[in-house]
């Protein structure tokens, strides 16, 4: 049954672009609710909305997700071929981006055809471009790089927010991570929640690297560590560990030093369990209901934990090196 907010998404879109606008879906993977499959006389497109009445900053800024993915096009990056967008409240009162429907496999249906390894190399294989990428060029040169200080600040907030029964170790790990963070290296663009689940894959290949919604200039490790962090989380169904990242092998191809990537790592922990506590309040309060959050309370706390494990394990007091870019980037 067609809702009444999904009547009017409909109607906009059909007045804004003179299209006919047949169905209407919410797509479920992404955990988003505001991704929308639609049917259009120009074939199946994808359409991002923000949350209704969300202030249009940070995940919510849909024209920025829209400025980000044209420029990278542009670069030949994998990512959506932009139909439409608009940043004014042009369909159900919000900003807009219409994009292409990718012909591509979601690593649900990939998993049982590629190695763990014939995975990670695929996505390395995008990391590599995105990387490549001049900062002029990215959709982003008007922004500042984030610091990792800056990064520790912000998933802080966002953790504050999460179930406190949940997050109780949480400052512990902070303060590991502000006490000897990496020498900082030279930017690069990062897309923020670089993983499995945000690409569509296609004869052994990424062909499409989605959810641009907390892209940014920052640091190159950034990205590698959310490949193997995320990875963690594996797939109902496949077992435990299916999709993991081989870390150590990682480092050592890439030539990284293994102290910052390390820190990195622990890092990303704190960050990911910050983004599933914060959305899990989002859910509890019915700001924006998805029940998988309940399925993540363990992933929460373990996350933490391991964070903590990293950093206590590894020198006390050291600063570590550089966690610049190494050629084979």
Not at 89 to 107: N, Q, T
Not at 211 to 219: H, S, T, V
Not at 293 to 302: M, P
Request: with cysteine; glycine share 8%; aromatic share 8%.
């Amino acid at each position: 049954m067609v809702t009444p907010q999904e009547e009017r998404i409909q109607a906009d879109l059909h007045a804004h672009l003179g299209w006919r606008i047949g169905e209407l879906r919410p797509i479920p993977e992404g955990h988003s609710g505001f991704t929308y499959w639609v049917d259009t006389d120009h074939g199946r497109a994808v359409l991002r909305l923000p949350p209704p009445g969300a202030r249009i900053a940070g995940p919510a800024d849909i024209p920025r997700q829209s400025r980000i993915m044209a420029a990278l096009a542009e670069q030949g990056l994998p990512v959506p071929r932009l139909l439409a967008s608009s940043a004014q409240p042009a369909i159900d009162g919000r900003p807009f981006v219409l994009m292409e429907e990718v012909p591509g496999l979601r690593v649900e249906a990939v998993a049982a055809q590629l190695s763990p390894a014939a995975l990670a190399q695929a996505a390395l294989a995008v990391l590599a471009q995105l990387q490549a990428v001049p900062l002029e060029r990215s959709g982003l040169a008007q922004e500042a790089p984030v610091s990792v200080a800056e990064e520790i600040v912000y998933w802080e907030r966002l953790m504050e927010r999460a179930p406190p029964e949940l997050t109780e170790a949480a400052p512990r790990l902070r303060r590991l991570l502000e006490r000897s963070p990496p020498e900082a290296a030279p930017p690069v663009l990062v897309h923020g929640d670089f993983h499995y689940g945000n690409m569509l894959f296609g004869d052994g290949r990424v062909v499409a690297l989605l959810d641009w919604e907390i892209a940014q200039l920052g640091q190159p490790q950034l990205d590698l560590s959310c490949l193997c962090v995320a990875a963690e989380v594996g797939a109902p169904g496949l077992g435990a560990g299916r999709w993991d990242v081989p870390t150590v092998g990682l480092a050592e191809e890439f030539g990284l030093d293994p102290a910052p990537f390390t820190w990195f790592r622990a890092l990303t922990y704190y960050k990911y369990a910050a983004i599933f506590g914060y959305n899990l309040m989002l859910h509890r309060r019915g700001k924006r209901v998805d029940p998988t959050y309940e399925e993540r309370t363990g992933t929460i706390t373990a996350f933490i934990e391991r964070g903590i494990a990293l950093l206590e394990a590894s020198p006390r007091g050291r600063r570590w090196p550089s966690a610049g870019r190494s050629s084979s980037f």
